[in-house]
Every structure is written in C-alpha cells, then in structure tokens.
C-alpha cells in the first residue's frame, strides 16, 4: 500500500513539474573595461603635508625723518620694483635746512681763500724778516682754521641733503607690501621714533615651514641624499673603441698552395705573404690532412697561426 502511494505522488509531480514553463536565458552582458598600457618611466615620490609660508626677506619700512606724512604712493598688497615710491614725508624744513647750510660752505669756502692769499703772502714776507714769526703764525692758524671751517660745512651740507633725501621712502628691493600702518597727515618719525610705516616681503623664493614625524623626516633625507649622489657622481668614461680580429674557425679549411718548381730544383718559398689573409675554401668530404711540423714549413705554419686581438 506505502509503495503504491509512493509510486501515484511521483508520478503526480512529474506531471507537475513538466507544466510550469522553462525559464528563458538571457544572454550574459559583457562588461567594458577600460585598460592602460603599462610603460616603465620614473615616479616622482611626494609627501603631504600642512605647513605655512614665510618669506626669506622681510624689510620694514620705518621713517628716518620727523614730519608729516604728505603723501603715499602704493594699494596694500601690491607687487613692487626695487626702487619704486612708497610714501613721502614733508620736505620744507629739510629744503630750508639745506639752503642754509649750502649758504655756510660758501662763506666758509670764501674765508678758506682769503685767509689762504694772507698766508702766502706772509710766507714771501718772511723771507725777508718783513714780518714777524708771531705775524707769520697767526696767518698760517687762520688759513688751518679755515680749511677746517670749509670741511665742516661741506660735511653739514651732506647731512642736510640726506635728511632731505630721507623725507622721499622708496622700496629697498623687489615684493610685495603689506598694508600702510600710517595715514596720509600723521606725525612720523618724531624724537628718534622710528614710526613703523609698512612691511615690504620678497615673494621669489620663500620658505615653507611644516610638521613632520620622524619616520617621513628620515624618509626625506634618505631620498635627498640618493638625489644628490646620482646627480653628482661623475658619469664613466666611455670605453675606447676596439679593433676585434676573429682567427679563422677551422684550421683545416684553410688551404695553401705552392707554385710548382722543376724537379730538380728545391721547393720554393710560398707566395703568399704571412700578412695576407689566407684564402678559404670549404671543408673536403674525406678527413682534411692536418700539417705536422715535419710537413708545413714554419713559414706556413706562423701564417695559420689564429690571430689573437
């Protein structure tokens, strides 16, 4: 009875399975794939890292005269020639204090002449016991004094000048300025201040400061020193050029002849020179006699001789 129900219940689902449909294959989509070609070529190797800029030179700009500022010639931030204008203090009292003092050296270079006239003539004067000693002395002090007169006020001409020259702030070198720290009408310079006016940096090179661990820190030098090795060391020479002599491969393939002599004269040299390059002919089928020293004349044998570069 349990075989026969075993047998209806697979009959029974192998009518069912044969009336659900087949499922339909899709065709398999192939994926694509893009792919490089792969070329050996140096990689330059680089680290990351957050650091901050710092110009190598940095130049504040500070007033080396008292006055009031009249004049500035710059935006903040920009880009600057060495030599180009930057601010401009009041020149009046600087001009005035130079025309005083030019008004002194000419004085000065007046009196130095005269007094120099008065000393020679009481050095002619002298000869002659015209004058006295005490009369010839005060006449050489008062030109000394003079020529001294004259020196001091050139020397106060050129301070004036500079002084004046001071009032006119140019840029030392070639950057980029920051924002002015004075504005037009304020007091600079007064009683020795150095009033800081700007700063001016260099842009072309800077330096970069940042942290590293000590790992990357060694990591660097170790790749500095193999650069610098390899761009250092010197390159060899390139070796001379050689001359290779290949010696004949077979001594058997090579084959001399001799002329042929009356019987009843003794063998002839042969012709062929030792220098000359031995003709060759192909290999016979039949064992190729060898030359023994009772056989080849020495002549013959030097020219077989293989020949070593």
Known sequence: MNR???????????????CYPKPVETPQIVPTVQIARIVPQDVQLYEKARGTTEACDSVDIVARVEGFLQGIYFRDGDV???????????????????????????AATTEETRAKHDFERGAELIKDHTISQEEYDRRLASYEEARADTKEAKANVVTARLQLDYTQVYAPMSGMISERLVSIGNLVGQAGDRTKLA?????????VYFDMTDVQFNNLLDE???????NDAPKPAAPAPTTRVEPPSVLQNVVFQQPETPAEQPPATPTTPVSET????EAPASPPRKWGPQSCPSEVRKSAEPSHP
């Open 4 to 18: 026969t129900l075993l047998l209806v219940l697979s009959a029974a689902l192998l009518v069912f399975s044969g």
């Open 224 to 230: 500095l020193e193999h650069f610098f090795n390899e």
């Open 278 to 281: 031995p003709e060759v002919a």
């Open 80 to 106: 600057l020639e060495q030599g180009a204008p930057l601010f401009l203090i009041e020149q009046d009292t600087y001009k005035a204090a130079l025309d005083s003092h030019i008004a002194v050296l000419e």
């Open 199 to 207: 700063t001016l940096k260099n842009m072309d090179p800077i330096n």
